[in-house]
């Protein structure tokens, strides 16, 4: 795959039905994988998946959105959508993963969090916020990996980690296409235009240092998936060495303060005051005359 | 005594008559959005904006919102030089978002969708920060996340509660990725004024949705909502669409809210200043914040002895 392939070109290898799953890469990366189900509070979310199990002989615990294969499964699997009730199984297994001092890998892939009637009643929002709140704060070793679909808020409840990488032809943007073009263009065909403006490919973030790494798919990982996944693994082990040598050398605090200062920096914005001060920006200077001179 | 203890709410005509809301010449009506009838429109102001008739509150601007919510002249506003630098040079069928950003803050006076700084309520000092609707639906970009952010840090280092008063479309679509990050890092500096053992109280307003409910918003000790607020994830036409059900009467209104136990209280905006007042008494004892009257009589024995 070369990576000027255009934005919607990336956005449909992205949502493959053939691509694999989290549960693919579980099986195969996660030896001795146990699949943990429920929130304790109202139900099963299928589609979250999240259990325990040994990578690369450490214990660990595993999240992800499942998406299914074919129509069936992915109406069960409500088409990787959680509501509610998967995001406080996620928050459960943050919270065990934490007691026990596990380290947490997490696999991104869905369109987005569930809009329905019912996840509303039960607090979509608060869940996702309190995921947001619980992740930058939990004292162990966290790595995300967006494998297909990093589709909003559904995707960053389960993301927010000490690395986030992704694959070449992963997605990840504050809005589907589709919705950014209803709302921005009025009009839902103007998808493959949206995908090109929210600049949502794995190239485009990791310019901007919202991703720490590429894992690259010489060929798509539907038509390789052993060796997409294979090379996921490996790259979420040279990750997780280097934050546990991190907590090893410096402790988990100073972790935590590079988590913080990791997203406390996310942002581009400018401030007019004090460039107006400095004389840094002549157009701004220009803007603010009366102030300038 | 403490002004707390004062029976009535403090606004007064003058204050009134002194806001920045809509200029209307006197003896002129305005017509209530929701039941139609008409208020004079001094009295409409003088009742915060809330219809007389049907109790609709209509929606505020960020200064009508601190001129109604703070003590008068006690505002002292925040990082108002800091505004987007449109990462992504954004454009939609040939709107460039540079453009936008211009005519919002033209339109809204404001030089970004969030104000913040400090400010007291009924004597109490806390650090606000405040939405402005009229800026691009009061979306959460880069540089309402970064000015969440600074006044958050700013409300550790002065030991000062903090109280956010949102209403918002969500996350804004012209940065993307780094919108949605900016609710990674409203939480995270939320967290932190949790860690220090400081309040937040949310205060929910019409309309409340995505991504700006779905993280600051919510990460709050205290979650207040306006009487008839629409508060969401997804919007109601969203889910009709995709979900084809019919939505019961009041889905998503604060009551709703209330109703499902995802807010604290419903609180009419007249009495909000003394509802958080009050709060702020009882954290007093967490925060040993400055300017708690009669907290502050009971721990020095100074000033006010009688």
Same mark, same amino acid.
């Given at each position: 795959?070369?990576?000027?392939?255009?934005?919607?070109?990336?956005?449909?290898?992205?949502?493959?039905?053939?691509?694999?799953? /989290?549960?693919?890469? =579980? &099986?195969?990366? =996660?030896?001795?994988?146990?699949?943990?189900?429920?929130?304790?509070?109202?139900?099963?979310?299928?589609?979250?998946?999240?259990?325990?199990?040994?990578?690369?002989?450490?214990?660990?615990?595993?999240?992800?959105?499942?998406?299914?294969?074919?129509?069936?499964? &992915?109406?069960?699997?409500?088409?990787?959508?959680?509501?509610?009730?998967?995001?406080?199984?996620?928050?459960?297994?943050?919270?065990?993963?934490?007691?026990?001092?596990?380290?947490?890998?997490?696999?991104?892939?869905?369109?987005?969090?569930?809009?329905?009637?019912?996840?509303? +009643?039960?607090?979509?929002?608060?869940? =996702?916020?309190?995921?947001?709140?619980?992740?930058?704060?939990?004292?162990?070793?966290?790595?995300?990996?967006?494998?297909?679909?990093?589709?909003?808020?559904?995707?960053?409840?389960?993301?927010?980690?000490?690395?986030?990488?992704?694959?070449?032809? *992963?997605?990840?943007?504050?809005?589907?296409?589709?919705?950014?073009? *209803?709302?921005?263009?009025?009009?839902?065909?103007?998808?493959? +235009?949206?995908?090109?403006?929210?600049?949502?490919?794995?190239?485009?973030?990791?310019?901007?240092?919202?991703?720490?790494?590429?894992?690259?798919?010489?060929?798509?990982?539907?038509?390789?998936?052993? +060796?997409?996944?294979?090379?996921?693994?490996?790259?979420?082990?040279?990750?997780?060495?280097?934050?546990?040598?991190?907590? /090893?050398?410096?402790?988990?605090?100073?972790?935590?303060?590079?988590?913080?200062?990791?997203?406390?920096?996310?942002?581009?914005?400018?401030?007019?005051?004090?460039?107006?001060?400095?004389?840094?920006?002549?157009?701004?200077?220009?803007? &603010?005359?009366?102030?300038? &001179? | 005594?403490?002004?707390?203890?004062?029976?009535?709410?403090?606004?007064?005509?003058?204050?009134?008559?002194?806001?920045?809301?809509?200029?209307?010449?006197?003896? !002129?009506?305005?017509?209530?959005?929701?039941?139609?009838?008409?208020?004079? %429109?001094?009295?409409?102001?003088?009742?915060?904006?809330?219809?007389?008739?049907?109790?609709?509150?209509?929606?505020?601007?960020?200064?009508?919102?601190?001129?109604? !919510?703070?003590?008068?002249?006690?505002?002292?506003?925040?990082?108002?030089?800091?505004?987007?630098?449109?990462?992504?040079?954004?454009?939609?069928?040939?709107?460039?978002?540079?453009?936008?950003?211009?005519?919002?803050?033209?339109?809204?006076?404001?030089?970004?969708?969030?104000?913040?700084?400090?400010?007291?309520?009924?004597?109490?000092?806390?650090?606000?920060?405040?939405?402005?609707?009229?800026?691009?639906?009061?979306?959460?970009?880069?540089?309402?996340?970064?000015?969440?952010?600074?006044?958050?840090?700013?409300?550790?280092?002065?030991?000062?509660?903090?109280? %956010?008063?949102?209403?918002?479309?969500?996350?804004?679509?012209?940065?993307?990725?780094?919108?949605?990050?900016?609710?990674?890092?409203?939480?995270?500096?939320?967290?932190?004024?949790?860690?220090?053992?400081?309040?937040?109280? %949310?205060?929910?307003?019409?309309?409340?949705?995505?991504?700006?409910?779905? %993280?600051?918003?919510?990460?709050?000790?205290?979650?207040?909502?306006?009487?008839?607020?629409?508060?969401?994830?997804?919007?109601?036409?969203?889910?009709?669409?995709?979900?084809?059900?019919?939505?019961?009467?009041?889905?998503?209104?604060?009551?709703? !809210?209330?109703?499902?136990?995802?807010?604290?209280?419903?609180?009419?905006?007249?009495?909000?200043?003394?509802?958080?007042?009050?709060?702020?008494?009882?954290?007093?004892?967490?925060?040993?914040?400055?300017?708690?009257?009669?907290?502050?009589?009971?721990?020095?024995?100074?000033?006010?002895?009688?």
């Amino acid at each position: 795959m070369t990576s000027t392939a255009p934005a919607w070109e990336r956005v449909q290898l992205a949502r493959k039905p053939e691509r694999p799953h /989290s549960l693919a890469y =579980i &099986n195969m990366l =996660i030896s001795g994988f146990v699949e943990l189900h429920g929130d304790r509070r109202f139900s099963d979310d299928p589609s979250i998946v999240s259990g325990i199990g040994s990578f690369n002989g450490r214990t660990v615990m595993v999240i992800g959105h499942q998406k299914g294969t074919n129509t069936k499964e &992915n109406l069960d699997r409500n088409f990787g959508m959680p509501g509610p009730d998967g995001y406080r199984k996620a928050l459960r297994t943050f919270h065990h993963a934490e007691k026990f001092g596990f380290p947490l890998i997490c696999f991104i892939d869905t369109p987005g969090a569930d809009p329905g009637l019912s996840s509303e +009643e039960r607090g979509q929002a608060t869940a =996702i916020a309190e995921n947001l709140l619980a992740l930058s704060s939990l004292k162990i070793p966290t790595v995300g990996v967006v494998i297909g679909e990093g589709g909003s808020g559904g995707a960053l409840a389960i993301s927010v980690t000490d690395r986030l990488l992704m694959l070449e032809n *992963a997605v990840y943007a504050v809005a589907s296409p589709e919705a950014c073009a *209803a709302i921005l263009w009025k009009d839902a065909s103007a998808a493959p +235009e949206a995908a090109e403006a929210l600049k949502l490919t794995a190239q485009n973030l990791y310019e901007f240092e919202i991703i720490d790494e590429i894992i690259p798919e010489p060929e798509p990982a539907h038509e390789a998936s052993d +060796e997409a996944i294979l090379r996921t693994g490996k790259t979420i082990e040279r990750h997780l060495t280097e934050i546990e040598s991190i907590v /090893s050398d410096q402790g988990i605090e100073h972790l935590l303060e590079l988590r913080y200062q990791k997203y406390r920096n996310i942002g581009a914005w400018v401030d007019q005051q004090e460039a107006v001060i400095s004389g840094d920006s002549p157009d701004l200077a220009r803007q &603010n005359g009366q102030t300038a &001179n | 005594m403490p002004d707390f203890f004062r029976r009535k709410p403090t606004f007064n005509r003058e204050d009134a008559e002194h806001s920045d809301g809509p200029v209307v010449p006197d003896g !002129l009506w305005v017509k209530c959005t929701s039941c139609k009838d008409l208020v004079y %429109s001094k009295d409409f102001e003088r009742w915060y904006r809330v219809c007389p008739k049907c109790d609709h509150h209509a929606r505020l601007t960020a200064t009508q919102r601190l001129n109604y !919510l703070l003590d008068s002249g006690s505002f002292e506003e925040w990082d108002r030089g800091i505004v987007t630098a449109d990462p992504l040079h954004f454009s939609a069928n040939g709107d460039a978002y540079h453009e936008k950003v211009q005519q919002a803050s033209q339109k809204s006076g404001q030089p970004e969708s969030l104000v913040t700084g400090r400010g007291r309520i009924q004597g109490y000092d806390a650090v606000v920060a405040a939405t402005e609707f009229a800026f691009l639906g009061a979306s959460m970009g880069s540089a309402f996340g970064e000015k969440f952010v600074r006044a958050v840090e700013k409300a550790v280092e002065l030991r000062l509660p903090f109280i %956010s008063i949102s209403n918002s479309g969500g996350a804004r679509m012209h940065e993307s990725t780094f919108s949605l990050m900016q609710m990674a890092k409203t939480t995270a500096a939320l967290s932190r004024l949790g860690e220090h053992k400081l309040p937040h109280v %949310s205060i929910l307003t019409d309309p409340c949705y995505g991504g700006v409910t779905a %993280s600051y918003a919510t990460v709050a000790d205290i979650i207040i909502a306006e009487p008839g607020a629409m508060i969401g994830f997804a919007g109601p036409r969203v889910i009709e669409q995709i979900t084809r059900q019919k939505l019961p009467a009041g889905f998503q209104t604060a009551e709703f !809210l209330l109703k499902h136990g995802m807010i604290d209280m419903v609180c009419r905006r007249s009495d909000l200043p003394e509802t958080i007042a009050l709060l702020l008494l009882h954290y007093a004892d967490a925060t040993m914040g400055r300017h708690t009257p009669g907290y502050a009589h009971a721990s020095t024995g100074k000033e006010g002895d009688a």
